[in-house]
């Protein structure tokens, strides 16, 4: 069984479209993550998110919106898609500790969908 | 805004050869991670560190966390061409909730 999930694996779409990535987790863990991963390879977190509370980066435009209809899932809408969206994008999920915990927080990627706008 | 620099970025040796690769930062972080990722797939935990100077060996992977929790190190000995992959480093500061900072990866080739 895969652990986490993503859809479409590759996505190409034109510039102006409003696109969707879904990401499920069957690990029963209580935060999802979206990242992006330039064409350098550096992994940067756009959201993370519980059934409590979401945290934005806030270097991420406001097109870029998650969505949740459930704990196992985290849905990543892209409005009004750019060129310079076109990157890899991981969702990842961890079991959420509380905050000063000693707790490891191992998270578990999805396989990443790679997007180009053309 | 917390940042981890790795390096170097990019490295090619010979089957057999020793390495190491750093990550430093300035900021104190409450736990270090080092995923490994391979082509076409999500990175992947290989340990955790969290006491200062704490060392953790993989088979033929050394790990070490700096005494200040500021940097941390990954050695390999011996590398095969299944070691080829970009590794990253990941910090957490537990005062920051659950997200880490990556440090911007090291690319190594190893050649048989």
């Known amino acids: 069984d895969t652990a986490v999930s993503q859809t479409p694996k590759y996505l190409v779409t034109q510039m102006g479209n409003d696109k969707s990535i879904k990401c499920e987790q069957n690990?029963?863990?209580?935060?999802m993550y979206w990242y992006k991963q330039d064409s350098k390879k550096f992994l940067k977190i756009m959201f993370s998110y519980n059934n409590k509370e979401l945290i934005i980066n806030e270097t991420v435009p406001n097109r870029f919106s998650p969505k949740s209809p459930d704990k196992a899932h985290l849905n990543l809408h892209i409005n009004s898609l750019e060129l310079g969206d076109s990157a890899v994008y991981f969702c990842a999920s961890s079991q959420d500790f509380p905050s000063g915990s000693l707790a490891y927080n191992e998270q578990f990627f999805g396989p990443g969908t790679r997007l180009t706008v053309l | 805004t917390q940042l981890l620099e790795q390096s170097p970025q990019f490295l090619s040796i010979q089957e057999g050869e020793n390495l190491t690769v750093y990550c430093n930062s300035s900021?104190?972080?409450?736990?270090l991670q080092w995923y490994r990722q391979e082509p076409g797939e999500g990175p992947v935990l290989l340990v955790t560190?969290?006491?200062?100077?704490e060392v953790k060996k993989l088979k033929r992977l050394t790990f070490q966390f700096g005494d200040a929790r500021k940097d941390s190190s990954l050695h390999i000995t011996a590398a095969q061409p299944g070691d080829t992959g970009l590794y990253l480093c990941a910090g957490k500061d537990n005062n920051a909730g659950n997200m880490l900072t990556f440090g911007g990866g090291t690319r190594l080739m190893v050649k048989p």
């Open positions: 560190v969290v006491t200062g100077g």
């Open positions: 900021s104190v972080f409450s736990s």
């Open positions: 690990l029963g863990h209580d935060t």
